[in-house]
């Protein structure tokens, strides 16, 4: 059985076969595509049929509970920059939505993403020539408030908070950034509202005053959403049960936020690694030569 030999088919066909060595696939399984075809016509339906839709189909995303032991495990492993990097890598835009809480009529999930909350000011010079340590956290964002001093000092955002009625499927996306206290004893778990958020329907970024916006936490404040509040004092009260759903209740968070809520700008910085290591031990030398390729300038 022969194929045609002109150079237009020639050239299709090589094309497919690096999208097939690309993609994988042992170099033998050209033979195979080649012994079921004999026009150009039939060898690139056979190969879009068999080989390429399988070869382009997106990864499987990782499981909610998975995602949600790797966040936690990182909680002993705040001074190991190779960890969260991995940790990183292995969950942004990576992981379904992770359930956070409920109440009868709605859930409110985690959507891991980086840049879930946006620097309130450009961050400083990013590295240091002189010894290859960088001055500023690549993960970790500094936060400061007027007047509270319950609100967590640094941070590390793992994804951005949206919800949905019980009965549907479709995700809302609010302004609220989902971040874990670094230097807390039991790493609480926190929203922050984003102020500075990006808009892809403006192209830009669109600056939001929760005190302006409509509340939605209407058991925490009736009137307006708010800067700060504290989902959980503990990382590993965040917990999934056995139907897949958080068994933090929606009235347990708004217990919990109304004793810590936060009114005011939160302002957004960066991690200077002097001040974190401070107050986190370990966590005041950031050496990429142990945790990743190393920024540019």
């Known amino acids: 059985m022969t194929t045609p030999n002109n150079a237009n088919f020639q050239a299709t066909k090589d094309a497919i076969a690096e999208s097939i060595r690309k993609d994988g696939f042992p170099t033998d399984i050209l033979a195979l595509v080649r012994s079921k ?4 016509e039939a060898y690139l339906a056979w190969t879009q049929e068999n080989l390429l839709q399988k070869a382009k189909s997106p990864p499987a995303k990782l499981p909610a509970a998975d995602a949600l032991a790797k966040i936690q495990s990182i909680a002993t492993s705040l001074t190991d920059l190779k960890a969260i990097t991995t940790l990183s890598d292995a969950i942004n835009n990576k992981a379904t939505p992770i359930p956070l809480f409920q109440s009868p009529t709605q859930k409110y999930v985690v959507v891991i993403t980086a840049g879930a909350l946006s620097l309130s000011t450009p961050p400083p010079l990013v590295h240091s020539e002189a ?33 949905k009625l019980s009965s549907e499927t479709e995700l809302t996306e609010t302004n609220y950034a989902v971040v874990v206290d670094v230097a807390g004893q039991d790493h609480g778990l926190w929203l922050v509202w984003n102020r500075r958020a990006f808009s892809f329907e403006a192209d830009d970024v669109v600056v939001t005053d929760p005190a302006k916006e409509k509340a939605l936490f209407v058991g925490v404040d009736a009137d307006k959403s708010l800067d700060a509040v504290q989902i959980t004092s503990k990382t590993v009260n965040w917990k999934l049960g056995s139907d897949g759903a958080s068994v933090v209740s929606l009235a347990d968070f708004e217990g919990n936020a109304r004793r810590t809520k936060v009114e005011g700008e939160v302002v957004a910085g960066a991690a200077k690694v002097e001040e974190l290591g401070r107050v986190l031990p370990g966590a005041g030398v950031i050496d990429w030569g142990s945790g990743g390729p190393r920024p540019a300038a």
Do not use: C, E, W
């Open 131 to 163: 010894d290859n340590r960088t001055k500023i956290h690549p993960y970790f964002y500094s936060l400061a408030h007027a007047s509270s001093t319950s609100m967590p000092k640094f941070v590390y955002p793992i994804g951005q908070l949206f919800y």
């Open 37 to 40: 075809t004999s026009s150009s």
